[in-house]
């Protein structure tokens, strides 16, 4: 089946600085790369998605790349602001979803 | 308003008296999962409906078992619990199959205690 490992395990940044969360994946057939947001003590939701036909996609301050060559697809947070502080979830998924371990993000002010 | 909704939220039980953790969606998916999260292992998938009476094993079945008797809920029923099920458990609904790139939505999670 399909592995997806996530990197960093934990992330600790400045206000304002930028966030970059890497994954992998190793099964080709997957085609679609959602990341979710866990804040502490809810539920995961939906932040942004890629589908394996696009490279790159961004919504505000928040921005996934995906390389298929590669296997690999990240989640880019730029001006990051302490309601950014959650854990990060990857996901790859074709004929079901395989999440990654989670990045525990935090956001000093 | 379309949700997840599972109960309990909270739950302390004993080895091997059995449970039943409830699950129920509101906007007509088709399919449904149950998610155990554990630090550092992130979301492991338990079990899968893909219709009512359709189900099939993820990746940790293992002390568990489901039913999907009505398309809204999906119960995940733990017959003998042990301490290792002690996990923050999720629920979560999608209308499509993950191959159509599809958004799963996660009931609120159970947190169980088996001690």
């Known amino acids: 089946g399909e592995n997806v490992e996530q990197h960093p395990s934990t992330l600790s940044v400045q206000e304002g600085d930028s966030a970059v969360i890497k994954c992998t994946y190793s099964d080709s057939a997957s085609n679609y790369f959602p990341w979710y947001k866990q804040e502490l003590g809810k539920r995961p939701q939906l932040i942004i998605d890629i589908r394996s036909n696009v490279g790159e996609k961004k919504d505000q301050r928040i921005a996934v790349t995906l390389n298929k060559t590669a296997k690999h697809f990240s989640l880019h947070i730029t001006e990051t602001q302490p309601e950014d502080s959650a854990v990060y979830f990857c996901a790859a998924s074709f004929n079901k979803f395989y999440f990654g371990s989670g990045t525990k993000l935090n956001v000093k002010p | 308003e379309a949700q997840v909704t599972q109960n309990p939220r909270y739950l302390i039980t004993v080895t091997g008296k059995k449970l039943t953790v409830t699950c129920s969606q509101n906007m007509n998916h088709e399919y449904m999962s149950w998610y155990r999260q554990d630090p550092g292992l992130g979301l492991r998938q338990i079990y899968y409906?893909?219709?009512?009476?359709?189900?099939d094993k993820g990746d940790v079945p293992e002390g568990y078992k489901v039913s999907r008797k009505e398309k809204r809920n999906f119960p995940l029923i733990l017959e003998s619990p042990s301490p290792n099920q002690t996990s923050l458990y999720f629920c979560?609904?999608?209308?499509?199959?993950?191959?159509?790139?599809?958004?799963?939505?996660f009931g609120q999670g159970t947190r169980l205690t088996v001690v």
């Open positions: 979560a609904s999608s209308p499509r199959p993950a191959f159509l790139n599809t958004e799963a939505f």
């Open positions: 409906s893909m219709n009512v009476e359709v189900t």
